[in-house]
Each structure stands twice: as C-alpha cells, then as structure tokens.
C-alpha cells in the first residue's frame, strides 16, 4: 500500500534552515505528482509546494517563494523541502501528499517549530 514517512522537522531560530524529506512506496513514484503542505495549531492545512513526476515544473506558495524550494529523487523515491530564512509564522506540522488513483496519501506529519 501506499506510503509516505515524513522526517526532518525540529526546533530552528528565525533565520535558520531546515531539509525535510519525505521516503514513498507502495506506488510507481516518479508517475505522480508530489505536495508538501502544513498545518499550524488552529488554522485549515495549507498547500506549500507542488512538483511533477519527473520533476521539471514546481509550484511554491505565495508565501514560501523565495525561501522554500521542492525537488526530488526519482531513484531514491523521495521528495523534499529545503526552507531557509525560516519565521516563526513557519512554525506548523508538514505533510508529504500525494493523489494516487484519485485517492489522497498522507504522511503522519513531522513538526517544525520556528522560535527563538
């Protein structure tokens, strides 16, 4: 089955950097499409960043751009999130998200807390 384990999060000071990294299987991962999004106590799950199977087109929040960048490793079926100049407005659960025979897969989240 498919599945998608997410690791990376933690602790940074505002300005900081972080690589989250999410492992996929149970499903052809270079054919689809794969998300990050977050979540931050009390507020709806936001859409972060988005990139093709093959990697070539990539789509960043408004208010990511800039400082988050996706990608991934086909051979490695593994896709991540670079954040740098990281804010406290940063501090959520992330998600790794894909949509596979229309039906949507989640991860269990990792935690990035933004604080000094």
């Known amino acids: 089955q498919v599945q998608l384990v997410e690791s990376g999060g933690g602790l940074v000071q505002p300005g900081g950097s972080l690589r989250l990294s999410c492992a996929a299987s149970g499903f052809t991962f270079g054919t689809y499409a794969m998300s990050w999004y977050r979540q931050a106590p009390g507020k709806e799950r936001e859409l972060v960043a988005t990139i093709t199977g093959l990697g070539g087109i990539t789509n960043h929040a408004d208010s990511v751009k800039g400082r988050f960048t996706i990608s991934r490793d086909n051979a490695k079926n593994a896709v991540y999130l670079q954040m740098n100049s990281l804010k406290p407005e940063d501090t959520a659960v992330y998600y790794c998200?894909?949509?596979?025979?229309?039906?949507?897969?989640w991860g269990q989240g990792t935690q990035v807390t933004v604080s000094s």
């Open positions: 998200n894909t949509v596979w025979r229309f039906i949507s897969y």
